[in-house]
């Protein structure tokens, strides 16, 4: 048996080094293992969340009531009345954006 380690056992591989591992450092390296994991599976998780981020300013949403402002499809002349204005977005009918209308207030 010529293979064999140099402890004697032909089935045990020989250490490259003297000692084993200190018990602190395998705790070190499994923490920043750990930490690793979590910040890339967090961040992909915040990648698939949309345009939504922590710590931005939120849209206020405005309240236009008393404007009269309509957004009105010019196809088939369906209007709807816009009360609250956030992030706008101008709605489609008949395939078409709709057209924003400001109409001077009735009594």
Known sequence: ??????????FL??????????????VLSA????????????ATVR??????????PAEEVEDVEALDVFFV??????EYRVTRL?????PRHCG???KVVRRPRTA
């Open 73 to 78: 499809c010019e196809d088939c002349g369906t």
């Open 31 to 42: 923490v920043l293992v750990g930490a690793f994991i979590w910040r890339v599976g967090i």
């Open 1 to 10: 048996m010529g293979l064999s380690a140099p402890s004697g056992h032909p």
């Open 86 to 90: 956030g992030e706008l977005q101008v």
């Open 47 to 56: 990648s698939l969340g949309g345009t939504a981020r922590p710590g931005a």
């Open 96 to 98: 078409e954006p709709m």
């Open 13 to 26: 591989p020989s250490r490259c080094y003297g000692g084993g591992v200190p018990t602190w450092l395998l």
